[in-house]
Nanobody, 114 residues
Framework: VQLQASGGGLVQAGGSLRLSCVAS????????MGWYRQAPGKQRELVAD???????DYASSVKGRFTISRDNAKNTVYLQMNSLKPEDTAVYFC?????????WGQGTQVTVSS
């Protein structure tokens, strides 16, 4: 099982980034996928998740600015991040889950300058 996240970088406040997480080694469409983030000195928190059927959920802090989506044909989950704020600065991780099965990918750094 592999989850390869990419797309992070340095962006000015108000800018946009799109994160991608390419999955392999499992039946992608059967799993819920999520994006989490962890800022320095803080706990990892849920940003957004999407079920295998496409239902989505967002943290209140990103609702209306971030959009999670998935392409089951490409085994990829995306996080479109608009109107970025300095407080969005964190390492972003993708996660798969189904019942008690959970796996994490490596993180991708997002830094938003003011």
């Amino acid at each position: 099982v592999q989850l390869q996240a990419s797309g992070g970088g340095l962006v000015q406040a108000g800018g946009s980034l799109r994160l991608s997480c390419v999955a392999s080694g499992f039946l992608f469409s059967m799993y819920d996928m999520g994006w989490y983030r962890q800022a320095p000195g803080k706990q990892r928190e849920l940003v957004a998740d999407i079920s295998g059927g496409g239902s989505t959920d967002y943290a209140s802090s990103v609702k209306g600015r971030f959009t999670i989506s998935r392409d089951n044909a490409k085994n990829t989950v995306y996080l479109q991040m608009n109107s970025l704020k300095p407080e969005d600065t964190a390492v972003y991780f993708c996660k798969r889950s189904r019942g008690t099965i959970t796996s994490w990918g490596q993180g991708t750094q997002v830094t938003v300058s003011s």
